[in-house]
């Protein structure tokens, strides 16, 4: 018999009518032979609305506060998905995380799966239950709530895929699948069809959320397949596997743009050997992760440092990097939360030269100005003004014809 893990995100549950249409989709899998495993997110914006209550409160909430707030999200999902299937007349129970045996490390808000005991799971599959799992959340080595990142219950799909050995995971979400950019601010993106691990591991790193990038990485390391498909039709979604073994390549196969980083900069540092390690080494441990970073030219041996990071992690890295700059004896430290990143992403970028200068004109001839740049040999990412957004990625889109069928380029 296999199993078959299902994730629902939270658009797909946000309704009493949608939980009970994903309620069907888990039951037809079931009648279909197979052992269901289903991991719900919380509907609709509740994370966000059970977070802004907390800021209305505080303005820094405790991490470990936070995070039990934040489970009861998910906690609510997977009752209601419970009840809805018992209503069709079919067996299911609901699990939180640490029912379900999902042990994180303690790093609230982040924290990362270390492993999953199983045996509550099987149990339950053995004794014909549809068993319904809450995403996004663990507990520590002391019992403490944790959640493990925005867009967390894809992680926690893929994590139980490969514990569980399931056969696929399926990710029911609101688009038809990956598309080259995301359809709701580039109307002409198309439906890819297939796609390599590594190419929606960029994607999902560069700010597409159509899927959490931990859960990619999850997904490659243990060979699990995905498919991302929507919970509103029955199209049949995205196959996301190993295809490097395969020697078609277009060279960018999709853009993105991420919203979500702000840019900080330490003025005047002394120009040294071992200073960046000093910073990067610091803010690391802060567990605060640092994407693009940039150095000035020097000018009478002081430069300037400057890097992004995820916007909620900001006020935490801005602690950091001012005690950094009294600790250096540099001038001082600002942050700009009015940045955005665009990228274009493909494995055949490995193989063809060229793109960056395509997208370097791409930005020009709209007038749009780079901050920084990042680079990597799948993709390529650029700093932009915030505003700029979404018009640099619909010409991205355009300067690599991403809106044109492109499956005959190789
Ligand atoms: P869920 O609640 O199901 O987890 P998310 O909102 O996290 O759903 O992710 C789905 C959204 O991702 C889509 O509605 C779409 O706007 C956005 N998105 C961003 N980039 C892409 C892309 N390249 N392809 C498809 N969707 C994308
Ligand atoms: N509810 C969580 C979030 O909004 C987890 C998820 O949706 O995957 O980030
Ligand atoms: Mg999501």
Redesign the pocket.
Known sequence: MALVVQK?????LATPERVISAARRAIAQFQAGNQVVVVC?AQGDQTDQLINLAQQIHERPSPRELDMLKAVGEQMSIALMAIAIHKLAHEAISLTGAQAGIRTDSFHGKAKIKRIDTRRLQQELARGQIVIVAGFQGVDSEDNITTIGR?G??PTAVALAAALGAERCD?????D????????IVPE?RWIPRMDYDELLE?SSLG????QSRAVELAKRFGVALRVRSSFSDSEGTLVTDLSGEMEYVDVR?A?LDLNEAKITIRHVPDQPGVAATIFSEIARANVNVDVIVQNVSERGLADVSFTVMKEDRLLALDVARGLAEKLGASGVESDENTAKVSVIGIGMRSHSGVAERMFRALADEQINILMISTSEIKISCVIEAPNGERALRAVHRAFQLDKDNSDRT
Do not use: C, H, N, Q
């Open positions: 629902f995100g939270g658009s797909s997110s867009g219950s894809d990710i029911f979400t609101d688009v699948g990956v598309y080259t950019a995301d359809p709701r993106a994607l597409a959320k159509v899927m999709a993105a």
